[in-house]
């Protein structure tokens, strides 16, 4: 019920700094939590930062240690991952999501209804 579209990809050496987008489509009034997730080639999805639409309070992963911030716009339709001091270890193919109920694994793959099809970040050394 709702689409969802990245965009903000590239490559970039090590210690620069993207912005990601994610445009949203559709019932995005039914979305509780809209996330970002990521996955290297090998290894498992993985959290990357979420907001709560109640109350707009964004929630970031640990490796993300202040390097991220995550922001909207036009309410729920756009969001973005403005990521700086990015790292060889932050490249991966970065996904959004929108969850459409409340629960308390909004940082688990599962908790997701609705995913983009992936925007692929590459960092070099």
């Known amino acids: 019920q709702v689409q969802l579209v990245e965009s903000g990809g590239g490559l970039v050496q090590a210690g620069g700094s993207l912005k990601l987008s994610c445009s949203a489509s559709?019932?995005?009034?039914?979305?509780?939590?809209t996330g970002w997730f990521r996955q290297a080639p090998g290894k498992e999805r993985e959290f990357v930062a979420r907001v709560m639409w109640g109350s707009g309070s964004t929630y970031y992963a640990n490796f993300v240690k202040g390097r991220f911030i995550m922001s909207t716009a036009n309410y729920k339709d756009t969001v973005f991952l403005q990521m700086n001091m990015l790292e060889p270890e932050d490249t991966a193919v970065y996904y959004c999501?929108?969850?459409?109920?409340?629960?308390?694994?909004?940082?688990?793959?599962?908790?997701?209804?609705?995913w983009g099809q992936g925007t692929q970040v590459t960092v070099s050394s």
């Open positions: 559709g019932r995005t009034f039914s979305t509780y939590s």
């Open positions: 999501a929108a969850a459409s109920r409340p629960g308390p694994l909004l940082t688990m793959v599962g908790a997701y209804d609705s």
